[in-house]
C-alpha cells in the first residue's frame, strides 16, 4: 500500500493501481512505472485505464485522479485503453505534444532515437495538440498522427494497425522497414547494443 493506493501486482510484468480514500492532498503524488530494455510492464490506472509499456519506457501519472482531466506524462512507448469519462478527458503528454481522449485504444511511440512521435488510433477519437505552434489535429480509426523534428503535425491514412501494436502482443512485424528501424527494436527488447562496421543501406 502506498498512502491511500493500493498497488496489486496481478501476474508476472502487470501492476493494478487503485485508489482507496480520495484525498485531495493525493493529487501532488505521482507513481513512476519505468520498463527497462527487454522488459515491458501492464499497467492499471486509478481509473480503470490500462496501458502496456513498451522497453526502455516510462509512464508517470498521480496516485488519483482528480480535477477537471487525467493526466499523464509518457517517455517511449505505450499502447492505452482508456476507461471512458466524458466529464474528465484522459491526456497524455509526450515531449510537447500533448494527446487528448475521452475513451479510446491507441499507440505512442516516441522513443528519443526514432525522431518521430506516432500516435497511432484503433478505436476512438483523439485530438493531438502541439500548444506552441498553436496546432490540433483530430485523427479517425485507422490514422496516424506524426511530430518530427519539424514540430509539424502529419496524418498517414490507412496505418498498418498489426504492425503498430504488433509488440504488445510480444511480437515482430516488419512490412518494408529499413534495416535501422528493425534493429533499434531489437536493441530495445532484448538489451543488446548494434554496431555497425558501415552505415546502414551502404553497400
Known amino acids: 500500500k502506498y498512502g491511500n493506493m493500493k498497488v496489486l501486482k496481478i501476474d508476472a510484468g502487470k501492476l493494478s493501481y487503485q485508489q482507496a480514500n480520495i484525498n485531495r492532498q493525493l493529487a501532488m503524488q505521482y507513481n513512476t512505472v519505468s520498463t527497462p530494455r527487454g522488459g515491458q510492464y501492464q499497467v492499471v490506472l486509478p481509473d480503470g485505464s490500462k496501458a502496456w509499456l513498451n522497453a526502455?519506457?516510462?509512464?508517470k501519472f498521480p496516485t488519483a485522479f482528480l480535477g477537471k482531466e487525467r493526466n499523464v506524462e509518457l517517455s517511449g512507448e505505450a499502447y492505452f485503453e482508456v476507461a471512458h469519462n466524458e466529464k474528465q478527458p484522459f491526456k497524455v503528454k509526450v515531449k510537447g505534444v500533448e494527446v487528448l481522449v475521452l475513451g479510446t485504444h491507441f499507440n505512442i511511440n516516441s522513443y528519443d532515437d526514432e525522431g518521430t512521435?506516432?500516435?497511432?488510433?484503433?478505436?476512438?477519437?483523439?485530438?493531438?495538440?502541439i500548444a506552441d505552434k498553436h496546432q490540433a489535429v483530430t485523427i479517425a480509426p485507422g490514422q496516424q498522427a506524426q511530430v518530427g523534428k519539424d514540430k509539424v503535425i502529419?496524418?498517414?491514412?490507412?496505418?498498418?494497425?498489426?504492425?503498430?501494436?504488433?509488440w504488445q502482443s510480444g511480437?515482430?512485424?516488419f512490412n518494408n522497414s529499413d534495416l535501422a528501424t528493425i534493429m533499434r527494436q531489437i536493441s530495445r527488447w532484448y538489451d543488446v547494443d548494434v554496431v555497425y562496421e558501415s552505415k546502414p543501406g551502404d553497400a
Open 117 to 129: 512521435i506516432k500516435t497511432t488510433l484503433l478505436k476512438g477519437s483523439v485530438r493531438e495538440t
Open 154 to 166: 502529419k496524418v498517414i491514412d490507412d496505418v498498418d494497425i498489426s504492425q503498430v501494436i504488433a
Open 56 to 59: 526502455a519506457s516510462s509512464l
Open 171 to 173: 511480437l515482430f512485424e
